[in-house]
C-alpha cells in the first residue's frame, strides 16, 4: 500500500508525514508526498526536526504529484490547514483520500524555542494520527468505512 500526503509547497507538513510514516510502518507499506506548489526544498527545521525524534530524513524532497503517475498511491491525505484559509491540494485519481489539517509550524514567528515547539507539537500530532492509521484493521474494511477511519483519525 502506498500512501501520498499532499499540502502546498511539499517542504514541511507532508515531509514531517512522510518520513514518520515510514519509520513506523510495516514492511509492505509506504509513504511519500508531494505539493500543488512544490517549493523545490524541504524545510531545514523540518529536517532538523526529524533527526533529532531519530527518524531519518534520507531521501526527502520536495515534488509534485507528477512523480507518482507511474505508481499511483492508494491513499492520499491531504495535510494543508483549511482553517486558516489555505487551499489544499487536489488528486485526481481512483485513490481513498482523507484530510488532516495541520497548522504549518513554518509559519510560526517568535523566538527560537517557540519555532521549535511548534515543529515538535506538529510532529506529536502527526505521530498520534499515524499510530492511529496503522492501528487500524486495513484488511477488514471496504473503501467507504476506510475514508471515514481516516477522516475520523484525522480530527484527533
Do not use: Y
Amino acid at each position: 500500500m502506498k500512501v501520498l500526503f499532499m499540502c502546498t509547497h511539499n517542504s514541511c507538513r507532508s515531509i514531517l508525514s512522510e518520513a514518520l510514516f515510514n519509520n513506523l510502518a510495516p514492511e509492505g507499506v509506504e509513504a511519500v508526498s508531494s505539493g500543488s506548489f512544490p517549493s523545490g526544498h524541504v524545510n531545514q527545521r523540518a529536517l532538523d526536526t526529524l533527526e533529532a525524534a531519530g527518524i531519518s530524513t534520507a531521501g526527502l524532497s520536495s515534488k509534485a504529484s507528477d512523480a507518482f503517475e507511474g505508481s499511483p498511491p492508494d491513499i492520499v491525505i491531504t495535510v494543508c490547514d483549511r482553517a486558516a484559509g489555505e487551499a489544499c491540494p487536489i488528486f485526481f485519481g481512483p485513490a481513498i483520500k482523507a484530510h488532516w489539517g495541520l497548522a504549518d509550524p513554518s509559519e510560526v514567528r517568535g523566538s527560537d524555542a517557540e519555532i521549535t515547539t511548534a515543529f515538535e507539537s506538529t510532529l506529536a500530532k502527526i505521530s498520534q494520527r499515524v499510530s492511529a492509521f496503522l492501528a487500524l484493521p486495513i484488511k477488514t474494511l471496504n473503501s467507504d468505512q476506510l475514508k471515514a477511519e481516516l477522516n475520523r483519525i484525522g480530527s484527533l
